[in-house]
């Protein structure tokens, strides 16, 4: 990967938008890229956190796990996601576990190198503060959506947030390739993989969606918004 498109990874970044060009250039120059085949571990939760990462290709899962084990996915994240900010603030341990989903490449961008930008360029604190609210945000919504929707509303929710449907006209299908299996559709929703099969199907039975292979074809999203409690989409 090129120097210029590290630097335009880092720039399309929501974390660090709006920085100064020469602040970006200064991250690139202590970006260290990173491969992660398909399954592969990025970090566990609990472990020390010392770098941010961003997305430059592939896709990574980002989960919570309970003692006995049962797992709960908290997003999916692609290019130029970055993630991993959480520790950069508080020196804290990992809040949560990263894997690859499929084979992914990833810059790696060191606590140290991002306090000394930070240190220099007090404007690059609003990106990062920004990044974490929005972390917080989304997972109060997923807490709210856990105790108010129930799991047809909550996997009709997810789907609409997959495909990024916000402003689709209510008739216009969204193909999700998602490299996902229902097992994780199933960990993002907080139900079984059995439950979320028979949800997708009952939905193509309805004409909501329809089903081929891992793609979920999204043939009413306003439908799909009503159902999950989203009438200011429909």
């Not at 956190?49 to 919570?64: C, F, I, M, Q, R």
């Not at 919504?141 to 402003?167: I, N, P, Y």
């Not at 039975?205 to 918004?225: F, K, P, T, W």
Request: aromatic share 2%.
């Amino acid at each position: 990967m090129g120097r210029d498109e590290t630097v335009r990874l880092i720039s399309g970044t929501p974390l660090f938008a709006g920085l100064d060009p020469s602040v970006i250039e200064l991250l690139a120059e202590g970006a260290v890229r990173r491969s992660f085949p398909k399954g592969q571990m990025i970090f566990r939760e609990g472990d020390v956190g010392e770098s941010l990462y961003v997305v430059a290709e592939g896709l990574v899962k980002v989960s919570v796990s309970s003692a006995d084990g049962a797992e709960l996915a908290l997003t999916t994240l692609r290019p130029p996601d970055a993630f991993g900010e959480l520790p950069l603030i508080d020196g804290g341990p990992r809040s949560a576990s990263a894997v690859a989903v499929v084979d992914t490449t990833l810059l790696a961008l060191d606590r140290r190198t991002l306090l000394e930008v930070i240190g220099h360029r007090p404007e690059g604190l609003d990106g990062l503060l920004r990044s974490v609210g929005g972390v917080l945000r989304r997972l109060t919504e997923q807490a709210g959506d856990l105790v108010f929707l129930d799991l047809h509303g909550r996997v009709a929710k997810l789907l609409l947030r997959l495909a990024d449907a916000d402003g689709r006209r209510p008739d216009e299908p969204v193909t999700l390739d998602l490299n996902l299996t229902q097992t994780d559709l199933a960990e993002m929703v907080g139900g079984s993989r059995q439950s979320v099969n028979a949800i997708l199907h009952s939905f193509e039975r309805r004409g909501l969606v329809r089903l081929h292979g891992r793609e979920i074809i999204i043939v009413s999203s306003g439908d799909l918004a009503r159902r999950a409690g989203l009438s200011d989409q429909a």
